[in-house]
């Protein structure tokens, strides 16, 4: 627990399931106020949101599509209007799909940008005005991805936008450093959530991913969420512009392991 983070007022954007719902039930833990974004699975944030109220906490869910600007606008109305302020921003919403890069058309390239990477600094941008206004030391913390250092084949559109979210990340976290505003990204490996359900319920898919994690097995949200946590917390102060991998040592190279190459 981190004591520092009780009464204060987070947005998680995609927060309706997998790790984004995680971080918001980990931040109502810590005992904060959550605005719970969703897009289009409206029951599964709104139970998400009587849950937390039940056990003591705050949320509200809130419908946004973060690649828009009346979108993102939303997500801050809100954490003002229901909570007061806002304290921490969690641009965690993103989507992939499996598509050759010869054979991707302008629409599939531009919708995971604007989700990946046009969302992430719409969110960031909201919350910086925000925090200016305000003359607040706030918090952003960015869903990044292995793939922000990983390149991944088929996957083109998704390793650019999160290679962009690296370089954006670390950008804006020098540009407001000294008007007290931290940013970090968090670069999970393969977790457990609806993204890759399909394939790991494929027995063969999943033991070809297990055989590229040194820590063999697959990651769990709440593992994700325990470093949101801790980077939203003031146990971070002096982290500013960086990634944290949770990632079971899949960027390590594992081909490497036991002296090879
Ligand atoms: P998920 O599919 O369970 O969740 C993604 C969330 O983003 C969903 O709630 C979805 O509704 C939301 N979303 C998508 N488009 C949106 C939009 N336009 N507006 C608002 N919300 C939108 O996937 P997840 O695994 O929980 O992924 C969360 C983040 O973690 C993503 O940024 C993803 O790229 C990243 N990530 C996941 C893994 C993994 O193995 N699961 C690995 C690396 C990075």
Known sequence: MYSDLAGKVAVVTG????????????????????????????????????????????????????GS???????????????????????????????PTHEMSLKEWEQVINVNLTGVFLGARAAINHFLKHQKKGNIINMSSVHE??????????AASKGGVKLFSETIALEYAKRGIRVNSIAPGAIETPINAEKFADPQQRQSTLEMIPINSIGKPEEVAAAAAWLASSES?????????????????????????
């Open 149 to 158: 250092r990983i390149p991944w084949p088929t996957f083109a559109h998704y």
């Open 237 to 261: 102060s002096y982290v500013t512009g960086t990634t944290l991998f949770v990632d079971g040592g899949m960027s390590l190279y594992s081909e490497f392991e036991e002296g090879k190459g």
């Open 15 to 66: 927060g309706s399931k997998g790790i984004g719902n995680a971080i918001s039930r980990r931040l109502a833990e810590e005992k904060m106020a959550v605005v719970i974004n969703y897009h289009s699975d409206r029951e599964q944030a709104e139970q998400t949101a009587e849950e937390l109220k039940k056990a003591g906490g705050d949320a509200v869910a809130i419908q946004a599509d973060v």
């Open 69 to 99: 600007e009346q979108g993102i606008q939303a997500l801050l109305d809100a954490a003002e209007q229901h909570f007061g302020g806002l304290d921490v921003w969690v641009n965690n919403a993103g989507m992939e799909n499996r598509v």
